[in-house]
């Protein structure tokens, strides 16, 4: 079965630092990967994903996501970073030809400081 | 702009009863989805559908039935409501296969008291 990892529970930066959440995914063929960001009180909103072709891809807000086949991981960037930067992200996979819905990771709490 | 309501945005519920949250989409999406989210966690899948009068059991269904009547209408139902339900809900929609982002309601707070 299909998994999600976000192994940094929080990560704490201050504002005009680079920032670099991870995610790492189980699953044998290639899927479709996501973030979401989840601002304090709010739902969640799409940021970016990865469906094929160029390895790092664009989104929202100024940020980007790498993915690498080689060690099954798509990690969430951004420099710099800022203030309102601040929330929770969350990493998802969706298994490709295939009727089951997205899972997602824990999710991982940022907090920029001004 | 894609659009997910959910419907009542908070409810406070008593042990033992009978609890329907509603999710409405006008994305014209073939995929919806049922969350929760305890404070401080993530999100668990609870059902799923990909088409009107069907629904799929994600991965925490004990307690919950959904019901699907239309492309439009989802709905989570807790036939007996426990204290281990509080939580917010989420309903959510995709388009059909292909890697289609999600789009999330404002979620549903609910209290089981």
């Known amino acids: 079965a299909q998994s999600v990892d976000q192994p940094d529970a929080h990560v704490t930066l201050y504002e005009g630092a680079s920032l670099e959440l991870r995610c790492s995914y189980s699953?044998?063929?290639?899927?479709?990967l996501f973030w979401y960001v989840q601002y304090p009180g709010q739902s969640l909103q799409f940021l970016l994903k990865?469906?094929?072709?160029?390895?790092v891809v664009k989104g929202t807000k100024g940020f980007e996501a790498e993915f690498r086949k080689s060690n099954s991981s798509f990690n969430l960037k951004k420099s710099p970073a800022h203030w309102s930067d601040s929330a929770k992200y969350f990493c998802?996979?969706?298994?490709?030809?295939?009727?089951?819905?997205?899972?997602f990771g824990a999710g991982t709490k940022l907090t920029v400081k001004p | 702009e894609a659009a997910v309501t959910q419907s009542p945005r908070s409810k406070v519920a008593v042990t033992g009863g009978k609890v329907t949250l509603s999710c409405h989409q006008t994305?014209?999406?073939?995929?919806m989805y049922w969350y929760r989210q305890d404070t401080g966690h993530g999100l668990r899948l609870i059902h799923y559908?990909?088409?009107?009068?069907?629904?799929e059991k994600g991965d925490i269904p004990d307690g919950y039935k959904a019901s699907r009547p239309s492309q439009e209408n989802f709905s989570l139902i807790l036939e007996l409501a426990s204290l281990s339900q509080t939580a917010v809900y989420f309903c959510?929609?995709?388009?059909?296969?292909?890697?289609?982002?999600?789009?999330f309601g404002p979620g549903t707070r609910l209290t089981v008291l």
């Open positions: 959510a929609s995709s388009v059909l296969r292909g890697g289609g982002e999600q789009y």
């Open positions: 699953y044998s063929a290639a899927p479709y």
């Open positions: 990865y469906i094929t072709g160029d390895a």
């Open positions: 998802a996979l969706e298994v490709r030809n295939n009727n089951n819905a997205p899972r």
């Open positions: 994305n014209n999406h073939d995929y």
């Open positions: 559908s990909y088409v009107a009068d069907s629904t």
